[in-house]
């Protein structure tokens, strides 16, 4: 059922009376958990969304092309130009969005490995990736989503200029 249902709608789906919905809207009384469970199942949400402080999670970020966080990368990943394209404080997920662009010199690395989901998007250039035992030809406009705990990376430059969107992500501690 629609989140925008009509008030009377939704005490008849949930099986209250109109009354009783209004004043739980207008906080003049507690609901039961039994009657938070109706309310949720008539609104067609989960019933943890009345739980949810989603007041206080409002980030935003907004990053103007060519003004992202340049990240120095040190060692191997030295001529791999990492900028941060957003951050976010809130919330349980971590969420890590770059546009990697490999610089002229730089060399194949395969051996990435860290905590959770990595997707790719590469926007120019050709590469062979590896993934664990794994080898693929990617190029632009090809994408790769996978569990990051696998050593991983390009193993070979076949075309450059190569760039590509890179966002991690892991749940907070």
């Known amino acids: 059922m629609a989140a925008d249902v009509s008030g009377g709608a939704l005490a008849k789906t949930a099986g209250i009376s109109a009354s009783m919905l ?13 009657t938070l469970e109706r309310l949720a199942n008539g609104l ?5 969304r009345f739980f949810g402080d ?5 980030d935003f970020c907004h990053v103007r092309a060519g003004h992202g966080v340049l990240v120095d990368r040190i060692g191997a990943v ?13 919330g349980n997920l971590f969420v890590e969005p770059y546009l990697v662009t490999l ?4 060399d194949p690395y395969v051996t990435f ?15 062979l ?5 794994r080898t693929v030809e990617v190029r632009e406009g090809d994408s790769l989503l996978f569990d990051a705990t696998a050593l991983h990376g390009i193993e070979a430059i076949q075309a450059q ?12 501690e």
């Open 103 to 106: 610089l002229p010199d730089a």
């Open 44 to 48: 067609g949400v989960p019933t943890s």
């Open 78 to 90: 030295a001529d791999y130009r990492y900028e941060l394209l957003g951050h976010l404080l809130s």
């Open 113 to 127: 490995q860290h905590p959770g989901l990595k997707f790719l998007y590469f926007l120019s250039g050709e590469v």
């Open 22 to 34: 209004s004043r739980i809207e207008r906080g003049l009384v507690s609901p039961s958990v039994e």
């Open 129 to 133: 990736y590896r993934y664990g035992g």
């Open 54 to 58: 989603q007041a206080r999670r409002t």
């Open 161 to 172: 200029p190569v760039s590509y969107l890179s966002v991690v992500f892991t749940l907070r």
